[in-house]
């Protein structure tokens, strides 16, 4: 007779979701989606893509754009884009194409641009997608002339900005806040 060896599921995943498919999971998740996407242009550390990408698993957004890169390091994703659509663009053209034809609003998180205003006075609605570039080159002059909105985060110390992998955690969840949790959404365990 064959002994079965129960095996720990050693994903980072909630309780819920422990011992489901990968595919199991991504369905169940697609069901509550929240409205807001990602898009990511320009961002040269691998890491801080999947830092980004595992954020917006977290925040259960509806899609993750990637312009310009089709490859990086998903490690710092931790397995994360498993559960999430991510869509890869070849370029800005056709990213901003995509949203005008959707009508989603275009915010791009930067604080290198003299038309930013404060993340913290933005008044989000549904049908929002924030852009997040490069710490060191931002976004590019063509994403920053497609966009609807620029909002940079307030900083209170000596350095002018945090990592962008920080950034997009900070903006993803002012959406949040003010979308979801204000309208008594709340998350599953």
Same mark, same amino acid.
């Given at each position: 007779m064959?002994s079965?060896?129960?095996?720990?599921d050693?994903?980072?995943?909630i309780?819920?979701?422990?011992?489901?498919?990968?595919?199991?999971?991504?369905?169940?998740?697609?069901?509550?989606?929240n409205d807001?996407?990602?898009?990511?242009?320009?961002v040269?550390?691998? $890491?801080?893509?999947?830092?980004?990408?595992?954020?917006?698993?977290?925040f259960?957004?509806?899609?993750?754009?990637?312009?310009?890169?089709?490859?990086?390091?998903? =490690? @710092?994703a931790?397995?994360?884009?498993?559960?999430?659509?991510?869509?890869?663009?070849?370029?800005?053209?056709? $990213?901003?194409?995509?949203? =005008?034809?959707?009508? =989603?609003?275009?915010?791009?998180?930067?604080?290198?641009?003299?038309?930013?205003?404060?993340?913290?006075?933005?008044?989000?609605?549904? @049908?929002?997608?924030?852009?997040? @570039?490069?710490?060191?080159? @931002?976004?590019?002059?063509?994403?920053?002339?497609?966009?609807?909105?620029?909002r940079?985060?307030?900083? $209170?110390g000596?350095?002018?900005?945090?990592?962008?992998?920080?950034?997009?955690?900070?903006?993803?969840?002012?959406?949040? =806040?003010?979308?979801?949790?204000?309208?008594?959404?709340?998350?599953?365990?």
């Open positions: 064959q079965v060896v129960k095996t720990e050693r994903r980072n995943l309780d819920k979701y422990k011992g489901r498919t990968v595919g199991e999971i991504f369905a169940d998740l697609a069901e509550k989606r807001l996407e990602i898009a990511i242009e320009n040269e550390h691998d $890491f801080n893509i999947g830092t980004i990408v595992r954020s917006a698993n977290s259960n957004v509806a899609k993750v754009h990637i312009i310009g890169r089709r490859k990086y390091n998903r =490690r @710092g931790m397995c994360t884009e498993k559960y999430l659509e991510v869509v890869f663009w070849p370029s800005v053209a056709e $990213f901003i194409d995509d949203q =005008r034809k959707r009508r =989603r609003e275009v915010v791009a998180i930067e604080n290198q641009v003299g038309r930013a205003q404060p993340l913290g006075r933005k008044k989000f609605v549904e @049908g929002v997608t924030l852009v997040f @570039g490069s710490e060191g080159n @931002g976004l590019s002059e063509e994403m920053l002339t497609g966009v609807d909105d620029v940079e985060i307030e900083s $209170f000596s350095t002018r900005s945090v990592n962008v992998g920080v950034a997009a955690g900070i903006a993803m969840y002012e959406w949040v =806040r003010q979308c979801v949790l204000a309208n008594g959404g709340a998350r599953e365990e």
